[in-house]
């Protein structure tokens, strides 16, 4: 059974960071992409940031460029986004996800709020 445990979201004060962290298990597929969605109050899911297992190559929304980084720890079965110079606009509930590249099928885990005040 594939499982993604997110943590590591908080309250913080507009210019803050927060670094949330995945923890992942369960799944043997070779090439995945494993990363972050959020969603706001009354908008729709966005994808945030992602990592693929094949090269670590990234993405991440505009609207987070040069603010958020991704990266894994693969002995720790664990994925982080580092969050900084977090802006209101970055409240949200943050899910985690892993999809298998072949198969494009997705698993996700419980949200984590993030809650920036300005």
């Known amino acids: 059974e594939v499982q993604l445990q997110a943590s590591g979201g908080g309250l913080v004060q507009a210019g803050g960071s927060l670094r949330l962290s995945c923890t992942f298990s369960?799944?043997?597929?070779?090439?995945?992409?494993i990363g972050w969605y959020r969603q706001a109050p009354g908008k729709e899911r966005e994808g945030v940031s992602c990592?693929?297992?094949?090269?670590?190559?990234?993405y991440y929304i505009d609207s987070v460029q040069g603010r958020f980084t991704i990266s894994s720890d693969h002995a720790k079965n664990t994925v982080y986004l580092q969050m900084n110079s977090l802006k209101p606009e970055d409240t949200a509930v943050y899910y985690c996800?892993?999809?298998?590249?072949?198969?494009?099928?997705?698993?996700w885990g419980q949200g984590t709020q993030v809650t920036v005040s300005s």
């Open positions: 990592i693929s297992s094949g090269d670590g190559s990234t």
């Open positions: 369960g799944f043997t597929f070779d090439d995945y992409s």
């Open positions: 996800y892993v999809e298998q590249i072949v198969t494009r099928r997705s698993y």
